[in-house]
């Protein structure tokens, strides 16, 4: 069956297209009757304004793309949330695409939200991105972008994130009060913008402290979203470091990991051995001992960079200036029994 | 600046509309001199193929609805990993949206998706939806549709699921098996099909092995998404029965919860009381004990709705007929330490 149209309704009922057109949009100067008798046929013959065709008019497609680099159980679902609470709210369709931390998938997804013309994009770069030609397009493409925790300094857009180094300082700062002295950092691989960060932020907070960094206490997770990457590095940080006395984790999944390791050998945490996650993710509060760790607002990320691009969707549409925005979203410390 | 058009490019290089689109659609009857000349003009001029207008003449959006009653960091982050796998593999993008477990949400949101015309839908059912027009709507749009998960077994189209009755009754009859007399079960609320067949296979394997059936046993944890129901309703049931030797929770998150209550009074899992949960989420590994649970494959489920809808998306295409096809995926129990 062919779709109906708003023409073969016209036909039916003898009256004009634009009569249909706006007895179905519920204009005050189409009479009652006519509307009804408009609206049933178009009830009864199962017509939907084509959404696609006031795109075409409108330019306007109320959907927006976000690029994540992994669905997981945590920070992103988190994210997730808060991009899907503020849709809602503005009335925006989000279409959801992972770049399973590749380039290459990143690039392809960039060219098909294009293609398909949405709106504005919201993105998380994955580990590999290292140059920025693809997301510069996105700008050259005028179409809006907002990048979100894995972010690029070098790309002028708006960007919602932590201050991951600051965080980390804390975090370590932290340890150190407690009395730690041989800290270990698991960090992630080397591209990403807060992998660096987290472990400069490491890197300072020891020399803050008169605490002589030794490069072979950091342990490199690069599957940081794998909490068996955390409990591998963990077997070889104690066989490595017998005077181990605490492990600073870039994620809590790696922490988990962690965890699980010293439980297995029975070293007690965090008398032996303190342990640190980043995220506050629902596990750290399940696991035992409870992961002490850096509270990162994965919601309010979510929900701020979906607003700020939902702005500036509105704001194009005006000709109007955009301003660009750099949110810089707290953290704080969550106290628990790991560290 | 207005987006470059084939015309313009034609314009400029002197030549169709229709030699510039079948050059950029790579077509053999252009030589290879003339395709470079519009190639090169038309990333020069930021040409984007119009894929609205495309859509207009095919009548695909390449682009489909998921429905999901609640994002969590669990069971649905599985299935829409597995949706986004064969989206990904099908070249299909995926527009998502949560019910929050909302009837009238949900209403909305399958309207929505039909204006949007996209190519299809998948989508489990709202704690709320105990009617079906809205789902069947979707039917009478002639718009492909694949029920997971929470489905409607009133309703005429593909559906995957596991089969909740036997998984129950096969949790049941293990905890039987292994001694336990009194079995609480902490259900979901009264609506959907799997919280009702899940405490029907709880009822069956008391009664087939000779345990008279308890009401004061079934506790209701309305929100099965989360651990503080479980851990309220473990408070009480302790309380009310101080025989109480194991529980079968409708979820792990609730078990989890109770996992939590009985770690806080001191009471010994198994051996004072049981806990088995429903879905092996990631969590359940993490947890002490470690949680005995129903395998309940999330990923399978999406992947296999996504391919179901999208083959039915395909054959519409062709006019052939679609036969309707009803998956029972497999479960299976994993036994670790906490029954």
Redesign the interface.
């Known amino acids: 069956?062919k779709d109906a149209t708003l023409k073969q309704i016209a036909d039916q009922l003898g009256v004009s297209i634009t009569t249909v057109s706006k007895a179905l949009k519920d204009y005050p100067d189409v009479s009652p009757k006519t509307k009804k008798k408009i609206v049933d046929l178009a009830n009864k013959l199962?017509y939907?304004?084509?959404?696609?065709?006031v795109?075409?008019r409108t330019k306007q497609?109320k959907?927006v793309g976000l690029i994540v680099p992994t669905?997981?159980?945590?920070f992103f679902?988190k994210v997730?949330?808060g991009v899907?609470a503020e849709a809602e709210k503005r009335k925006y369709?989000?279409?959801?695409?992972?770049s399973n931390e590749k380039l290459d998938i990143e690039k392809k997804q960039i060219e098909?939200l294009?293609?398909?013309?949405v709106d504005g994009i919201l993105m998380s770069l994955s580990n590999e991105t290292g140059d920025f030609d693809h997301i510069k397009n996105i700008i050259?493409?005028?179409t809006p972008l907002v990048l979100f925790d894995k972010i690029a300094k070098l790309v002028n857009c708006s960007k919602v994130a932590i201050n991951d180094k600051k965080a980390a300082y804390d975090a370590v700062t932290y340890l150190i009060k407690k009395g730690h002295k041989k800290i270990a950092h698991f960090r992630g691989s080397f591209m990403p913008q807060n992998s660096i960060d987290r472990f400069l932020g490491y890197k300072k907070a020891l020399e803050d402290n008169n605490i002589i960094y030794d490069s072979s206490l950091v342990y490199i997770c690069d599957n940081n979203t794998d909490?068996e990457d955390g409990y591998e590095n963990a077997q070889k940080a104690v066989a490595e470091h017998p005077d181990l006395d605490a492990i600073f984790a870039i994620t809590d999944l790696v922490a988990?990991g962690i965890i699980?390791y010293l439980?297995d050998i029975k070293i007690k945490m965090p008398e032996q051995i303190a342990v640190f996650g980043f995220c506050n993710?629902?596990?750290s509060e399940?696991?035992?001992p409870k992961l002490t760790t850096i509270d990162q607002p994965g919601y309010e990320i979510g929900k701020k960079a979906a607003s700020i691009l939902f702005d500036e969707i509105e704001l194009k549409k005006t000709d109007n200036p955009i301003q660009f925005q750099s949110i810089e979203l707290a953290t704080s410390i969550i106290e628990r029994g790991s560290a």
């Open positions: 069956m199962n939907t304004p084509n959404s696609f065709a795109n075409l497609s959907t669905v997981d159980y945590n679902s997730f949330e899907l369709l989000v279409i959801i695409l992972r098909l294009l293609n398909k013309r050259t493409n005028k909490f988990i699980k439980n993710s629902f596990m399940i696991i035992t």
